[in-house]
């Protein structure tokens, strides 16, 4: 995956695309917000969602404050296609660390995060062999 960083979490693959990071930063002349990367990244994903077999990807845009505190304010960009997996991801978003953006003069401000959840399911396990 050329051109994308990777995050490995619990049952799911975060992944931060620069294109996206660049449109935020168009106009601004400063830097967006993004993840702290000093904290781990935990993605929830439910065992219902696991069971039925449900895996996706969900990207999504969510307002970060001056102080790097997730808002309220999010845009499903892309739904998984299965509603559990896109409230589990906005749900596991609101719960991470966030690095401010900083306008053109350096000082904290508000700012969109863009993000992109891979929820994938395990390989199954070959069946062992009866001794």
């Known amino acids: 995956m050329r051109g994308m960083s990777k995050i490995a979490v619990v049952g799911a693959l975060l992944t931060f695309t620069p294109a996206l990071v660049v449109q935020a930063k168009a106009g601004g002349g400063g ?31 969510l307002l970060i404050d001056s102080d790097g505190q997730a808002q309220t304010t999010y845009r499903i960009i892309k739904s998984s296609g299965h509603p559990e997996l896109d409230t ?44």
């Open 31 to 61: 830097t967006p917000a993004h993840v702290n990367a000093q904290f781990p990244a935990q993605v929830i994903y439910p065992k219902s969602a696991q069971i039925a077999g449900e895996a996706g990807v969900v990207e999504l845009a």
């Open 88 to 131: 589990a991801a906005l749900q596991s978003a609101m719960n991470w660390h966030y690095v401010p953006a900083h306008n053109a003069a350096g000082d904290p401000t508000w700012g969109w995060v863009y993000l992109k959840i891979n929820y994938h399911l395990p390989p199954h396990k070959a069946s062992q062999p009866a001794h």
